[in-house]
């Protein structure tokens, strides 16, 4: 309807970000808004390799997502990370990182953020995001066909059976072939095979 608020709004520059992430064994999911309304809403299935990674790491993997996601509307803005994992907040003065969570480290000093605690229960739309599974494609086989190296031997017996009286007046039903009309000459071709106009004749 013209009359109702769209869904998602669209966002100022000048005001700050929200952002919500949420991470399952299944996908990553995120949700930007500000002044209280939904800008973007994002989500994806873990890759193969990332399904191996720990919990923290799954909860850092969906902030990094949402970030570079949303750098066109977050770089040199403030913004706020709320994630349902409590370490997170810490991250920042953790010392024992791994080379994965070192590199997203890197990334995260490029922006103006904070991380936040929000409860899981209270963190719904994103957690949905997450466990939301995409369906599996269809997988088409492809159908193979194999052509015969007597071919042209099989089209050859076909083509002299078919020119046979007995099969021509059997295939002329009702006097549809006008014997009044001069035929087009059929051509042999190097195979012995006949062609019509330079085609195969079946």
């Known amino acids: 309807k013209l009359c109702s608020a769209p869904i998602l709004a669209l966002p100022e520059r000048s005001e700050d970000f929200v952002v919500y992430c949420d991470a399952s064994h299944k996908g990553l999911g995120s949700m930007l808004m500000q002044r209280e309304k939904v800008i973007a809403y994002a989500s994806r299935q873990l890759k193969v390799h990332e399904r191996n990674y720990t919990t923290h790491d799954l909860e850092l993997g969906s902030v990094v997502f949402a970030l570079k ?41 490029d922006y103006d953020c904070d991380i936040r605690y929000h409860p899981g229960k209270a963190n719904i739309v994103t957690d949905a995001l997450s466990h939301k599974e ?34 021509l007046e059997k295939e002329d039903i009702g006097g549809m072939i006008r014997t009044d009309i001069p035929k087009e000459r059929l051509e042999p071709r190097a195979d012995g095979t006949l062609c019509l106009n330079g085609r195969s004749w079946l």
């Open 69 to 109: 996601l949303w750098r066109h509307y977050l770089y040199g803005t403030r913004c706020t990370v709320f994630t349902n994992h409590k370490s997170l907040q810490h991250i920042l003065d953790q010392k024992d990182l791994n080379m994965r969570q070192q590199r997203w480290l890197e990334l995260l000093s």
């Open 134 to 167: 995409r369906d599996v494609p269809l997988r088409v086989r492809a159908l193979v066909m194999t052509i015969s190296l007597d071919l042209p031997k099989q089209i050859l017996a076909a083509q002299i059976e078919a020119l046979k009286p007995d099969n």
